[in-house]
């Protein structure tokens, strides 16, 4: 009883620390890990046996492919197509969504959304549609999309291998096909016909000539010597120009000057933290001949700095990988460590003040960066950081097309393998990854570059917690109690309640740790209920993709709250109507495939 009472303690600690999200998620997880080994519960010689787990190797390798579809342009041909479909939002939803998922279903998660996400942006622009109408639904697209394979998403291999333990057999690789293949299909149908509509406009209409609009911007501008602006006013600055500018503050002298008057005389030196749309900053630049920080600029190129020619100006939402995140530009180097020029920060929702080297960065800020040209796929990968925008990128000296055929057939050929039995997926998928690199597709250090590392030590730290939830028989208290609360529900309303607490869970925590603590219980209800596991854990999978109602359920809603301008309650808007529909759907239909 000492041994469940300190693993139920573990859990309830490590769920509260999840949806406080002050540590990260790979942090939480080896704290609980150490606890559990430290307290004897879990023998220090099976510690780490989680990152042996082949869910781990399969996780790896399927982000490693993923990252070779992206080098490839795998989505390459898809802007054009969608863009000369005829019809309204709906058809262009109905097709985006239905890629997106399709991706997904093969490939990781944010993989697939990394590749519609700037389709979508540029299909939003040339149809005039806001951004937030497209980017949420293909968000959910990706997560619909995964349920669909084994290796869909981390949750499904986490299941699979939880029922080769108890039955000798895992799922095979399209065993969560026929429930997940009938979902996403109603989820796009619903989405894409009706759901759309519930989701705020929270941006108005692009501005054609950006690629994307992002609004309200920091930078900062230094007055040089001799400056046409010395010995002026800031009202007179503003009054000079076409368009808006606020400036924030003045630092001179090391002192800051927070919110300046009108009336404030511009002296040499001073350095403008301003507030402007980034379609506006090189007009600025322009009429002023003020030089943005930072910048290494020739006598030739000053003022110029946003039109060089051998630069470019990209606009990337970071990842919750990125080691940008609870840094600040200062602190991480950014300029010397990465030979980027950090032009300007956006957080939607935010107030941004302060200067930008010492604001810490979050998952979800957008970031206007300058980059030298042959440094844009180095840079993008190095900051893990997703392009807002839909740009070709060619690597190595064969042609992209018969690159993307190449890494198309590798990753044809490892499905088939695994599909047909021949090979188990994290064999198949090991080898496409090797294949990719031999074939020179991705490089040796875009293969640990491409690894989400935080979700490889969170599952191999987790995999132990959720063993231990079982040999403590804390799966089974836990599960008696539900028997007891639900009073006389039948197993197939039980299955349904399964779901329910699975789908509060991961729309909170991470989902792969909601599988993890929730396979366990469903396992210890199949026992208590006398009927099969599988029902239970095809559940519990089904559920933690279904992570619709919170920008922190699931990477994947996270990183579109910036470029879409949604804010923290519209999720559940649309996400919530969704839940119930795969709920009261999803019910039945696993009961249908999956008899008690």
């Known amino acids: 009883m000492i041994d469940q009472a300190i693993v139920i303690a573990v859990i309830g600690v490590a769920l509260i620390l999840f949806v406080q999200a002050k540590l990260r998620y790979d942090i939480i997880a080896m704290l609980a890990l150490l606890v559990i080994t430290l307290t004897g519960i879990t023998p220090a010689d099976k510690a780490f046996s989680g990152f042996s787990h082949p869910a781990i190797i399969t996780v790896a390798a ?43 279903s093969f490939m990781n998660n944010v993989g697939a959304l990394a590749l519609t996400m700037p389709v979508a942006i540029k299909i939003g ?31 499904n291999l986490i299941i699979s291998k939880y029922r080769d333990q108890y039955v000798s057999a895992p799922f095979n690789f399209l065993d969560f096909a026929p429930v997940g293949f009938v979902l996403t299909i109603l989820g796009i ?16 209409k692009a501005d054609p000539s950006t690629l994307f609009k992002v609004e ?67 007009k600025l630049i322009d009429k002023t001949s003020m030089v943005l920080k930072g910048a290494k600029l020739t006598s030739s190129e000053s003022g110029k700095l946003l039109t060089a020619s051998e630069h470019s100006l990209i606009e990337i939402v970071l990842r919750d990988d990125s080691p940008l995140i609870g840094n600040t530009a200062k602190e991480i180097r950014l300029r010397n460590e990465y030979n980027v020029n950090l032009v300007a920060i956006s957080r939607q929702g935010v107030y941004l003040r302060g200067r930008m080297g010492e604001i810490h960065f979050r998952t979800g800020d957008i970031l206007l960066i300058q980059v030298a040209d042959q440094n844009i796929h180095t840079v993008l990968s190095s900051l893990k950081g997703l392009p807002l925008a839909a740009r070709g990128i060619v690597i190595g000296s064969l042609d992209q097309k018969r690159r993307r055929a190449i890494g198309l ?33 991705i490089t040796l250090k875009e ?57 509060l869970l991961t729309n909170l925590i991470n989902n792969a740790a909601a599988a993890v603590l929730m396979a366990p219980i469903g396992v210890s209800l199949a026992v208590g209920l006398g009927v099969s596991v599988d029902p239970m854990l095809m559940a519990v999978a089904v559920a933690s993709s279904c992570a619709f109602m919170t920008p ?3 990477q994947s809603n996270t990183l579109i709250m910036g470029p879409g301008g949604y804010r923290f309650g519209d999720y559940w808007k649309m996400g919530l109507p969704v839940t119930i529909l795969f709920l009261v759907i999803g019910t039945p239909l696993i009961l249908f495939f999956w008899p008690l």
């Open 552 to 554: 922190i359920g699931h």
């Open 447 to 503: 293969i640990y570059e491409s690894i989400e590392w935080p979700v490889i030590v969170m599952l191999g730290a987790m995999l132990p917690l959720g063993d231990a939830i079982e040999t403590t028989g804390a799966a089974e208290t836990i599960a008696n109690l539900i028997l007891r609360m639900s009073g006389m529900l039948s197993p197939s309303m039980i299955v349904g309640l399964l779901m329910l607490v699975t789908m």
């Open 189 to 204: 149908l619903f989405v894409s016909l009706i759901g759309y509509k519930l989701i705020p406009n929270r941006r108005a």
């Open 409 to 441: 057939g590798i990753f044809g050929f490892s499905v088939l393998m695994t599909t047909l039995g021949f090979l188990p997926v994290q064999i198949s998928f090991t080898m496409a990854a090797v294949l990719l690199v031999l074939t020179k597709i």
């Open 125 to 155: 622009k040339d149809n005039d549609l806001s951004p937030s109408y497209l980017l949420m639904p293909i968000a959910y697209a990706s997560l619909f999309g995964g349920m669909i394979t084994e290796i869909g998403t981390p949750p």
């Open 216 to 282: 309200d911007y920091l930078s900062e501008l230094v007055i040089p010597e001799g400056n046409k602006l010395i010995g002026k006013s800031i009202r007179e600055l503003s009054s000079a120009l076409s368009f808006d500018i606020n400036i924030m503050s003045i630092v001179r002298n090391k002192v800051n000057i927070i919110a300046p008057h009108a009336r404030e005389i511009l002296e040499t030196g001073d350095l403008l933290v301003v507030r402007i749309d980034p379609s506006e900053l090189s």
């Open 62 to 104: 399927v982000l490693v492919v993923s990252r070779g579809l992206l080098n490839v342009g795998a989505m390459d041909p898809v802007t054009d197509l969608v863009n000369k479909l005829k019809g309204g939002i709906q058809i262009k939803l109905l097709l985006l969504m239905g890629i997106t998922a399709f991706f997904s």
